[in-house]
C-alpha cells in the first residue's frame, strides 16, 4: 500500500517538476522539442543522477516508463497554454514546493533503504530534488540558480536532515515520509513569503 502511495507522489512530483522545466523554456523561447527536453530534464533528471550515483540502474525513469511519458505530455501542453500559466506565478511557486518536499523524501528515503550514512542520505534528497533544475540550468548556459539564490537546495538539505533524525525514533517509514515532505514544503513557502536567503560573498577584485 505505502509503495503504491509513493509512486503516485513521485508520479506528482514529476508532473510538477516538468512543469517548471518546460515554463522555465517558453520563457527562453524555446521550441517545442527544448520545452519538451527541459521538462524531462527537471522532471526526471534528479531521479537519473541519483539512481546512477548510487548504483540503482537501470534507473526507474527507464525501468517504468509512465514518468517520460507524463513528461512528455505535460510539456506539450505547457508549450500550447503557457500564456496563461505565466501570470499564475504563485501557483507555479506552490506546486513546485511540494514537488522539492516529495523529491526530497522520495530521496532520502531511498538512500536509507541502500544503507547510506547521513551524509549519503541527504544528498540523495537534495540530488533528488535539485538535480533536475541543475542540469535545466547548465543546459540554459548560467550558473545553477541553486548555488546563487534563494532558499531552495538548503530547505531539501535541512529535510534530509530531517528524515535522519526522524531514523531514529520509533515512527513508521509512512509518517517519516509524510513529515520530511511536509516539513520541506513548509520552510520552501515560508522563505518565498520572508524572502529569506543565504548570505551571499563578497568579492574584493571587482
Same mark, same amino acid.
Given at each position: 500500500?505505502?509503495?503504491?502511495? #509513493? ?8 508532473? #510538477? ?190
Amino acid at each position: 500500500m505505502f509503495e503504491t502511495l #509513493i509512486f503516485y507522489f513521485d508520479l506528482l512530483g514529476t508532473v #510538477i517538476f516538468a512543469v517548471t522545466g518546460a515554463v522555465s523554456a517558453v520563457k527562453l523561447r524555446l521550441d517545442m522539442l527544448g520545452v519538451v527536453v527541459f521538462g524531462c530534464t527537471v522532471g526526471v533528471g534528479g531521479g537519473i543522477l541519483r539512481d546512477a550515483i548510487i548504483g540503482d540502474t537501470p534507473v526507474a525513469a527507464l525501468q517504468n516508463e509512465v514518468y517520460l511519458i507524463a513528461c512528455i505530455a505535460v510539456s506539450l501542453l505547457i508549450f500550447f497554454i503557457s500564456p496563461l500559466l505565466l501570470h499564475h506565478q504563485e501557483i507555479i511557486t506552490v506546486c513546485d514546493a511540494f514537488g522539492l518536499g516529495v523529491f526530497t523524501a522520495i530521496g532520502a528515503a531511498k538512500g536509507g533503504q541502500f544503507d547510506l550514512g547521513p551524509v549519503g542520505i541527504m544528498l540523495c534528497g537534495t540530488l533528488s530534488a535539485v538535480g533536475g533544475g541543475i542540469l535545466r540550468d547548465v543546459m540554459s548556459r548560467k550558473i545553477p540558480v541553486v548555488l546563487t539564490s534563494d532558499f531552495y537546495a538548503t530547505a531539501s538539505l535541512i529535510g534530509g536532515g530531517t528524515y535522519i533524525l526522524l531514523n531514529n525514533t520509533s515512527l513508521p517509514v509512512p509518517a517519516r515520509f509524510c513529515i520530511t515532505a511536509l516539513a520541506v514544503v513548509l520552510i520552501r513557502l515560508l522563505a518565498v513569503h520572508f524572502h529569506i536567503r543565504l548570505p551571499k560573498a563578497r568579492s574584493k577584485f571587482n
